[in-house]
């Protein structure tokens, strides 16, 4: 048995837990939009094509802010294909990811969707193959109340009140060799504060975010938000970061460890930034929108959903295209990165995991079939649902491990809210330990503990063993069970966390 002491204090709080941490993402890519959340025709489709029972799933797994329409894809993306009658709308070539785009779902369509699903929607521009002119316009179609050609147009085409769109953010990942229309920083700066500025002549209140690094392994990674920034510092609201993670054959002790790369990556982009803000006497600071995040298994598999396979399949519309089957394993990691953004909540005020149906995702729906949670839904879900009120400081004190890529790291592996409202503190526990359970103290330093009103854990389950997910054949077999033996007496929590499991434990408190 491993251990590991935690300890929190009432007066030691980071701020407020940014609501829009738990963001998803919704590209036109593989599976996500056709046959994802629209299938018309499906006998779960609602008047409008949009699955009720994905639907059902988005709303349960609680997202807050679903950034659209890519990702690659928007980088050779043209809004206007997507608006106007269906049947007038051209069809094309995807070329991010070989795809024949019908543009049957566009703007009109996710802006309904997402008032169904009760998400903010966080709007990507294209700056890889278009620039200021599509920026401004499309933000005067979307936001502007009307009496103008575009704002006139919007309703048109369905809808005469405004979108209101406030968050932007400013292309995808132009720092990648990958990216229709990749620039150098120096050319992204200054297209991002010249887009910005326009976009904002149309409508002032926008929030906008800057594309950062697509990883922090990018050779460009500290000197690209450094002269990003440089340029267009006064124009942006946030920096954004991309980082998948994967297990690397014989490696699972980093993989687990991944949020530690998280949190370097994380701690780096704020003092890059806080840098720039320092040398150019900036008031403001720049905070983090972690906009593409997840586990990804991008090297290592030959599957006909692998981006060059779907390639040479030819020209398909929305084939499958990175359906990545979650294990116990993952959802662990998964939930130690949500611990990491949810630590770093004074400065990650945005973060959106990519992506949220069939393409590396939470939710899987068959085309005509049923839809069913990944094991990574759960921690996100219960995180999205109790992470509430004010971020604690944590002090851990746990037992470590080696791993090859990160050094050594906790076996335990937490993150803390108190909701002051409704006298409770919630501890999101991850135990890294792939044989050992791990026994875990809780100090609750000024609060005297109360009973304990919900303790889950996500393990393998009886009889599996880690590898184990969630599927239209076998079911759901990875989700939350209940976990035993949290004791709660006076300002102490003891609690046990079985081998490689993740949980979350709900205390009722009071001031001591
Ligand atoms: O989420 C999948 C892809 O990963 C996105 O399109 C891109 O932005 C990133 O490289």
């Given at each position: 048995m491993s251990r590991a002491r935690i300890s929190i204090d009432r007066n030691f709080t980071i701020g407020?837990?940014?609501?829009?941490?738990f963001g998803s993402f919704v590209e036109h890519m593989g599976r996500c939009v056709y046959t994802?959340?629209?299938?018309?025709?499906?006998?779960?489709?609602d008047e409008q094509g949009y699955r009720q029972d994905v639907l059902g799933l988005v709303r349960e797994l609680g997202a807050t802010v679903v950034r659209y329409p890519?990702?690659?894809?928007?980088?050779?993306?043209?809004?206007?294909?997507?608006?106007?009658p269906i049947d007038q709308r051209p069809t094309r070539l995807d070329g991010a990811w070989h795809t024949v785009e019908t543009?049957?779902?566009g703007l009109h369509e996710f802006v309904d969707w997402s008032r169904k699903a009760g998400v903010e929607i966080m709007e990507a521009i294209n700056l890889?193959?278009?620039g200021v002119d599509a920026a401004r316009e499309l933000v005067e179609y979307a936001n502007h109340p009307g009496g103008t050609y575009l704002s006139d147009l919007r309703a048109k085409n369905?809808?005469?009140?405004?979108?209101?769109?406030?968050l932007w953010c400013?292309?995808?990942?132009?720092?990648?060799?990958?990216?229709?229309g990749h620039k150098t920083a120096d050319e992204y700066g200054r297209l991002a504060q010249e887009a910005a500025r326009a976009m904002r002549y149309v409508d002032p209140d926008l929030e906008l975010v800057a594309c950062g690094s697509?990883?922090?392994?990018?050779?460009?990674f500290g000197a690209w938000e450094q002269t990003v920034l440089g340029h267009a510092y006064d124009e942006v609201d946030y920096v954004s970061l991309h980082a998948y993670y994967q297990e690397d054959e014989g490696d699972a002790e980093s993989f687990l460890a991944s949020a530690v790369d998280m949190d370097y990556f994380i701690e780096s982009v704020v003092a890059t930034a806080d840098a720039v803000r320092a040398r150019g006497k900036h008031k403001k600071f720049i905070n983090l929108s972690f906009d593409e995040w997840n586990v990804w298994y991008q090297r290592g598999l030959d599957t006909d959903d692998q981006p060059a396979a779907v390639a040479r399949a030819?020209?398909?519309?929305?084939p499958r295209v990175i359906e990545d089957k979650y294990n116990v394993t993952d959802a662990v990691v998964v939930g130690t990165l949500l611990n990491s953004l949810l630590r770093h909540g004074d400065r990650v005020s945005i973060a959106n995991q990519?992506?949220?149906?069939?393409?590396?995702?939470p939710i899987m729906a068959e085309e005509n079939g049923p839809a069913w949670r990944q094991t990574i839904f759960h921690p996100f879900a219960r995180m999205a649902a109790l992470a509430k009120g004010r971020i604690m400081r944590t002090a851990v004190d746990s037992d470590k491990y080696a791993t090859t890529r990160f050094g050594d790291a906790d076996l335990v592996d937490v993150s803390v809210t108190w909701d002051e409202e409704a006298g409770k503190v919630a501890l999101f526990l991850a135990n890294r330990g792939l044989e050992e359970a791990a026994d875990v103290e809780v100090s609750l330093g000024g609060f005297d503990a109360g009973q304990v009103t919900r303790s889950e854990v996500l393990q393998?389950?009886?009889?599996?063993?880690?590898?184990a997910i969630n599927s239209?054949?076998?079911?759901?077999?990875v989700g939350l069970a209940p976990l035993s033996g949290v004791k709660a007496v006076g300002s102490e929590l003891r609690l046990t966390l079985p081998a490689l499991s993740w949980a979350v434990v709900e205390v009722e408190v009071s001031k001591a």
């Open positions: 407020e837990v940014p609501r829009r941490l994802g959340i629209y299938e018309p025709g499906h006998p779960e489709a890519g990702g690659n894809f928007v980088s050779g993306y043209n809004w206007e294909d997507g608006v106007g543009n049957a779902f890889g193959t278009r369905g809808h005469k009140d405004p979108f209101n769109i406030k400013l292309g995808n990942e132009l720092d990648g060799p990958w990216q229709t697509s990883s922090s392994s990018m050779p460009t030819g020209w398909r519309e929305h990519a992506q949220l149906v069939n393409v590396i995702a393998v389950p009886e009889g599996r063993d880690r590898f239209q054949a076998d079911g759901e077999q």
